[in-house]
C-alpha cells in the first residue's frame, strides 16, 4: 500500500496490530506448576518481533506517503493536478453512482494510479480492493466508455 527501495512507486496498507506473543490451551496448567522461562523468554521475542515489525511497517508507511505527496507535487506543477478536487470527485462520484463512501486508502491508491505509482495494498477480504481501480475512471469520465 513492499517497494521500500524503490523512490518510483508507492505502496499502501491498512494498519493492522502485530500479535504480541502466542499463547496456548494448556497456559492454566502453567500456572499450576509456576513460571515456565522458556514460556517468557519466547514470548518475549515474539513481543520484540512484532515490535520490530510494527517499525519497519511504519517506516515503510512513512515513505510510501512521502512518495505520493512528491507525485502529488510535481503533477500540480506540470499538470495542474489538484489531490483535493479529484478527490472530492471521485468521492462524490462513488457515492453518487455505487452508494459506498470510499475509504482514504481506497483513494490513495486510486490517486497512486492516476499519477502513474505502482501500489500494493495488503488488506483482508471484503476490503473494498477493487473499488480503487474504478475510482479514476470517476475523476476521468471521458474514459469511460
Known amino acids: ?9 508507492t505502496s499502501h496498507s491498512v494498519e493492522a496490530p502485530f500479535g504480541t506473543g ?3 490451551s494448556s497456559d ?4 499450576l506448576e509456576g513460571p515456565n522461562p522458556e514460556l517468557d523468554t ?7 518481533e512484532a515490535s520490530e515489525g510494527a517499525v519497519r ?3 515503510v508507511r512513512e515513505q510510501s506517503y512521502a512518495l505520493l505527496e512528491a507525485a502529488r507535487k510535481e503533477a500540480q506543477s506540470k499538470r495542474n493536478h489538484n489531490s483535493t478536487s479529484t478527490r472530492d470527485v471521485m ?12 475509504y482514504p ?4 491508491l486510486a490517486e497512486c494510479m492516476l499519477l502513474g505509482l505502482d501500489a500494493t495494498c495488503i488488506t483482508p477480504t471484503g476490503w473494498g480492493k477493487t473499488l480503487p481501480f474504478v ?3 470517476f475523476a476521468c469520465p471521458d474514459k469511460i466508455t
Open 1 to 9: 500500500m513492499d517497494m521500500a527501495d524503490s523512490t518510483s512507486a
Open 22 to 24: 502466542s499463547t496456548s
Open 28 to 31: 492454566s496448567d502453567s500456572d
Open 42 to 48: 519466547a514470548e518475549s521475542s515474539d513481543d520484540d
Open 57 to 59: 511497517h511504519r517506516q
Open 91 to 102: 468521492t462524490a462520484e462513488c457515492v453518487k453512482r455505487t452508494g459506498f463512501t470510499s
Open 105 to 108: 486508502e481506497q483513494l490513495d
Open 135 to 137: 475510482l479514476p475512471l
